[in-house]
């Protein structure tokens, strides 16, 4: 029972050593320059021994420089506002409770660049610290430490409280200045051109989800007898596998941000539905046909930037394919002469067109790696070109004059933008 006693005292003891009040995430550069500022000129840290507490606590800050920011401790403005906010910070209090309203102090935090003000102020048991970067004109994190006489070990604590985070390489001038002017993400100009090229692989079928099975049954219950012979030949599918793989390559743009173009190319190859009862297919090795879609896509979409690393982008999108199929058709070895029906077996068209309809998204990583997620709607039909004539014959049979099918898809692109 001492022994737990003596745990929790030294659990409570060791929680209230260090309190962070807020932190709004602040960006810790590498090879970071930090001014340590003490209002009342005496620090209760060594700004050499607490780079080397920065390095030990944090391996990623590279090599960061210290030193005291004698010229706010001399400036009367920035001591004003050190003990204003020595008197005023406290646990529960919002950030923004204690922005710097002078405009001469409002103008010393715009003008630290990149560099990093750490605020510190001994009290009796606690020295309370705060973290200022040109970013705003109110702390970024505060809180308190437990004194400690040993100034080496009380820049661990404050290191290891605030600064135990990863970093980022510092910006340029440049870079600077476009995140000053930019202060929301959702609010960041939309560039004008956005590319992207990918690859990817989908699946689709002719039975629509969630649909009877009557609707579609007649295709993907069909069989091909004699070569030729089939109950409906209006869908392709009563001739040719209606549920197979595709794979897909493609690209596209968007302008700024809202509409776009696609271009797409899908293969797939789908086998004949034979019926295997009929015997005249004794002599046959194989039938299938490679399935060439080539698209053209318009684009609606919106992007929301939910991260620094992470942009997602809904879209719809709507256009037209032309598809060709490539028959692959062999006789088994040893078998001379086909049949009949073989040599007069049906024939596809050389181009069939349709429509594309569907929605997606494309979730980018690092504002360059992409994952797409698609599901929709295409179609394939053959036009009648001219009205027939009453003098004519009997019409030939149309194959394929309308086919409906559903897919979705998975793809991995690479995106830029100018």
Known sequence: MKKLLVILMFLAAWVQASEVYFDSRFTLWKDATILIWAP??????????????????????????????????????AKRYGNWLSNNLEKGLPSTFLRARHPGMAAKLQTLEDNIVLYVNPLDKFVQVAIFDETSQEPKAAGIVKMSNDKMALGDDIASTFFDKRTKRRLTKEERLKQQTEPDDLYKEVPRLRFWAGTGIGYSQAHFPLTPDNWTSSHTKS???????????????????????????????????????????????????????????????????GQHDVGLNVLLSMTYPITTWLDITPL????????????????????????????????????????????????????????????????????????PSPDAGKAPTTIGKSTIDCFVSLGFEYQWTL
């Open 40 to 77: 009342n000129g005496d620090s209760p840290i060594n700004a050499s021994d607490f780079c080397h507490s920065l390095r030990r606590n944090n391996t990623g800050i590279g090599e960061p420089k210290c030193r005291e920011l004698g010229e706010w401790e001399r400036d009367s403005i």
């Open 223 to 289: 069989r091909v007898r004699n070569y030729r012979i089939t109950k409906d030949s209006v869908s392709l599918w009563n001739f040719i596998d209606d549920a197979d793989p595709f794979f897909a390559i493609y690209a596209g743009l968007t302008w700024h941000g809202f509409i776009g173009i696609e271009f797409l190319y899908r293969y797939s190859n789908r086998n004949m539905k034979i019926d295997n009862a009929d015997t005249v297919y004794r002599e046959l090795d194989h039938w299938d046909f």
């Open 316 to 387: 719809a999108f709507i256009g037209f394919q032309y598809s060709f199929y490539n028959e692959d058709i062999s006789l088994k070895k040893g078998v001379k002469k086909p049949s009949r029906a073989y040599q007069y077996r049906v024939k596809f068209e050389d181009l069939y067109k349709g429509a594309l309809l569907g929605i997606g998204g494309q979730f980018v990583f690092k504002k360059h790696y992409g994952v797409d997620l698609r599901a929709g709607i295409s179609s394939r039909g053959r036009d009648i070109y001219e009205a």
